[in-house]
């Protein structure tokens, strides 16, 4: 009899998924066991990545002020939550981020930017502030910006940015669940006009915010669908104030059932574990580096997370390697082993409260 877990690997490596019934069943099957899931995920993860790890480090470079009500976020115009809200940050301020970034060695570096969409005149700064990053520092460049226009995207792409991160979030059943002032094909279209337009479009989801399990299922099989190279994988943090709040349905296993899910649907993208990793993974979130190839470091949007230091010490405890930079293997070497300044620590931690 054929080991089911090795066909789910085999079929991977042939880059088919598995069906919409089966990814259902490994997420909610008890008789469907953890670890040789998770090896199974491990087998086209590693055909693909090795065992390398991207790490991308954020910098929310414009928070609050959004006329949006995702309901997940704290800074939608309905949001009671309590964080300091400021413009656009200057120039200098995410130039040195990116340095810092850089030096930690951050594979990428994700400016975001809260709001609907950037204007015209908005995309054209952003545009001046990739060409510099992309002239000074060995780091990829990712923006996160809301929704764009063919006209938006080509000023970017034009400026060499690399990716540009707009997320599903859910399923399309399920979308209006969770925001209303704009919808799941507002979304579809932005990740078109990135591919029309040269940028790799980087979508994910956040798990947790009173969905089916088919919902997951078939955002996986959405962003396969779209051939999106980038996922990250948001378990959904709960923050005061914020109208969704969690469903309770968030275990480290479900958590972690749903990241070798994804890495069965979608064998060779890139996965990352983004937010709520640290609290939702918890104890198990080691075990998600054998079906993702890539995380963030010290924190999201609005909230913290894992410092960069303990996050490496958890990689190389676990036998994999942090892929880093031209500048941070040049460091590394120097030193031998990471280094990171504390004004360097401080300027890539989020802010979390007002
Ligand atoms: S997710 Fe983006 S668009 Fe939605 S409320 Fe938050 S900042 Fe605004």
Redesign the pocket.
Known sequence: MTDPYLELAERALRNEAPTPDECAALLDDPGVELLPLVQAAFVPRRHHFGRKVMVHVLNNAQNGL?????G??A???DSQAEIRKYPMKGDEEILAAAEAAAKAGASRYCIAI???GPTVQRARQLATIVRTIKDRYPIELCISG?LLSDEHAKILADAGLDRFNHNLNTSEAHYDKI?TTHTYRDRIDTLEALKRNGIEPCSGLIVGMGEQTLDVVDVAFELRRLEVPSIPMNFLIPIEGNQVVGDGSLTPERCLRAVCMMRLVNPTAEIRLAGGREGHLRSLGVLALWPANSLFVEGY?TTRGDAVRETYQMIHDAGFEVEGNPLYARERDRNGGFRLGNDDEALLRPEVRR
Request: charged share 25%; proline share 6%; glycine share 12%.
């Open positions: 959004c006329p949006e009500d995702c997940y976020c800074q939608n115009k809260s709001g609907r809301g925001c949007l």
